[in-house]
Every structure is written in C-alpha cells, then in structure tokens.
Antibody
C-alpha cells in the first residue's frame, strides 16, 4: 500500500529540539522529491522544506532556514525533519508530502500527489 | 519569494458553478496545482497542470490558467465540495514552493 506515515510530534518547550519522521511504504523515497508542509491551528498551508530527487539538494522557507534540516535514511525509506531552536510560531500539524513530475508537450507539471495524515507539534512552555 | 493570492471565501448555490482564482507572478512560468482540504483531513489533490484531474476526482472540477492567474472551477457544486481550496506552485526561484492562503467554499 502506497502511504506516508509521520511520527515524532508532541509538546516541546521553546528553544528545544524535535525530530519528525516520515515512513514511506509502497514506493522508494529517493525516487521522488519529498516535502514537509505545515499548517498552524486554524491557518492555511505553508510549505516548509524539500529534499530533492535522489537527495542532492535541500531548500527551506526563510522562517526555518538555519533551524530545520531535512534528511533521509534510504535503508529505512524514511524522511526526517530535524527542528532546532523551536519557537511558538512553529506550532502546527506537519505533513510529509510526495511530489510527482509529469512532462507533456515539453512542459513540466509538478504536484503533490501523496500526503501523510500529519503529526502535531506544539511549542509551548 | 513569490506569493499566491486567493480570495478568502466564496459561496455557491447547490448545483451552480463557482470559480476560485489564484494570482501570482510565478504562474506566468509554472502551472498551479489545487488541493481540497476538509476539516481534520489532509489536503487532497484535485487539479494539476493545464487541466488534469487525478483518478477519482469528479469531472465537475476543472482548471485553467491565463497570464498570472490560475482558476479552479466547480461546475454543478455538490454539498460534498464544501471545503478549503489551496493553490500551489513553484516560486520564481523554482526551488521553493508556495501556497495561496486558501479559499473557503461554502455550498448553500
């Protein structure tokens, strides 16, 4: 069964660290660009980070750059998000998301086709 | 980084047609994708590319792009279509992704 399952969320104090995991099944993680997307309570979706296809590059939204690190363990087919120096504004449901690319008529289409159910991170003292 | 602008909310009578728009500079280069999110659920892809629907998405959902504006149209809206809808695209740097703030669709 093709799915993504996030884990590792919880309540953490400001300034502390947390590592989220995203276990993939039914497909090989390294064959796709994999993203983290978050949603603060009652708010919209915010793109957080991407691990590019085959893990060569990582990019981050400005608000987490230098604090968050995305990585993979190909032997476990698992994506991670290491979150350091957490702030109250990092409180959100964090989704692990697979990106697909299609090429038609010389045009590339990128889209998020598979989402996990999310894991809640609460940063509070 | 780029931004995508969506109207906060729109309402539609049952069985009528509604169009949601998403405006941003990056849409002149990259196609948008659209996601439906119901309370307590993960987002669901409904439209991507020029006008492509994933398997299982009803054909009452369609998409289009004109200049820097992408549109999602629901033709013959059903009660089950009541949800938040988000557009997404690569930003102008092409490395990041960006979401619109979302449009809440209410079916009356």
């Amino acid at each position: 069964q093709v799915q993504l399952v996030e884990s590792g969320g919880g309540v953490v104090q400001p300034g502390r660290s947390l590592r989220l995991s995203c276990a993939a099944s039914g497909f090989t993680l390294s064959n796709h660009a994999m993203h983290w997307v978050r949603q603060a309570p009652g708010k919209g979706l915010e793109w957080v980070a991407v691990m590019s296809y085959e893990g060569n590059d990582q990019y981050y939204v400005d608000s987490v750059k230098g604090r968050f690190t995305v990585s993979t363990d190909n032997s476990k087919n698992t994506l991670y998000l290491q979150m350091n120096s957490l702030r109250a504004e990092d409180t959100a449901v964090y989704y692990c998301v697979r990106e697909l690319v299609e090429v038609a008529g010389g045009t590339h289409y990128w889209y998020f086709d598979l989402w996990g159910r999310g894991t809640l991170v609460t940063v509070s003292s | 980084s780029s931004e995508l602008t969506q109207d906060p909310a729109v309402s539609v009578a049952l069985g009528q047609t509604v169009t949601i728009t998403c405006q941003g500079d990056s849409l002149g280069t990259f196609y948008a994708s659209w996601y439906q999110q119901k309370p307590g659920q993960a987002p669901l892809l409904v439209i991507y590319g020029k006008n492509n629907r994933p398997s299982g998405i009803p054909d009452r959902f369609s998409g289009s792009t004109s200049g820097n504006t992408a549109s999602l149209t629901i033709t013959g809206a059903q009660a089950d279509d009541e949800a938040d809808y988000y557009c997404n695209s690569r930003d102008s740097s092409a490395n990041h992704r960006v979401f619109g703030a979302g449009t809440k669709v209410t079916v009356l």
